[in-house]
């Protein structure tokens, strides 16, 4: 395995209060560039923040909040705007070819996606608009520029950090390009606020991209309480036709080196090996994604040659309502992560009642608490965690003890709490705004101006 650089973790308190409160936007343009909040998650790259974009949508829209969702269109047969919920729009825009466009491809297209979503804003009156939200470094791309040209302010969320990634990469994973830190660092630079989604992840934009600490807010990612919830195990175990005597660990999520469902298969086969009578059952449930989609089968390729392919069952992506029951059928998720900036599964599991054993990597510790709630390991060694969970496995007691636990510390982790916490970070990003560039008043595109712009009165200059 790489040998992990240290990253500099220490730095301010990130939960200091909000200077002088600004004012709740009316409207919001989310930027989600290379990946629809629409697209099944748990395979290529829909993953948690689309969970994530969607959720915090539907959540501000009952807010009274308007969202408008921009993301490339990947199909011929995605109209241009889409009404996910009530009050929130997702606008397919169309950039570069619908298939095929490869991810690290994405920034070719930038210049033809940010021309899409201003050509949609210039068809509204002058401040259709309040305010930029961007998911990903490549949507900061777009929304740094849009921030300029619609004069509002900005506010960016990382979800994953090239920096962070690169420094614990799995065995013979791909590093991330240079470019992307670089374009990373320029949205860091131009962003009027950060949204992190833990204190360590603040630390990370403080201390390895240069953000000013009192631009960032922490805002816990949450779970969707009202389907993750406890409920009957056996019930679960035979609507997904699992065996109501197994014992089963579910790994949940894309399939790449990065998340390391590897690690769970071989510490399969070393508890197998240990104990051939045990009735095991791992099952793993996503589909290929990022380094993965080179080699798609190269899981069930492991499972066969380690001898342990009898005891893994491979699912494909899941909906939520089909993901509820894998993690009710569960009795332990794990999380083997090399790198996470929170992990949605993680919190989902648990508000299901199932203890998480995970990685003691980025967002995880605060997802899973050691020892109460499941396991955080500090180790990528298979044989630990095949200890780990032989110990849970020997241990139903403590098992029913840390599924109530689990459930309880889920609790905090709510969606609307995370909406809250992002309009509270909106709030301060216009006091900001305006504090900082007094020129940019709203009303700043005269009427006339906006009228030829839609071609009513001619050309502008
Ligand atoms: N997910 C899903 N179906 C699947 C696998 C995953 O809906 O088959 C969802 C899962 O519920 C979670 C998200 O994908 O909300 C994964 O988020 P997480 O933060 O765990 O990982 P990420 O994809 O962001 O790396």
Redesign the pocket.
Known sequence: MRPREPLRTDGPDFDAPHPAPGRDPRRVALVSVHTSPLA????GD??????YVLQTAKQLAQRGVEVEIFTRATSSSDLPAVEAAPGVTVRNVVAGPFEGLDKRDLPTQLCAFVAGVLREEARHEPGHYDLVHSHYWLSGQVGWLARDRWTVPMVHTA?TLAAVKNASLAEGDTPEPAARIVGEQQVVAEADRLVANTDEEARHLVGLYGASPDRIDVVA?G?DLDRYRPGDRDVARASLGVDPTEFVVTF???IQPL?APDVLVRAAAAMVRERPDARLRVLV???PSGSGLDRPHSLIDLARSLGVEPHVTF??????ER?VDVYRASDLVA?P?HS???????V?AQACGTPVVAADVGGLGVAVRDGETGMLLDSHRPDDWARAIGKLMDAPGERIRMAAAAAEHAEQFSWARTADGLLAAYRAASADHRREHPERTRARRPRAVWRARRGETGRVG
């Open positions: 099944q998650p748990g395979t829909a993953g948690g923040m689309n969970v979800h990612p779970a949940v999520g894309r998340k449930v996503g589909g699912l494909p992506p899941q909906p939520p993901l999380v992560s996470e900036s929170f992990g949605l599964v993680a989902e």
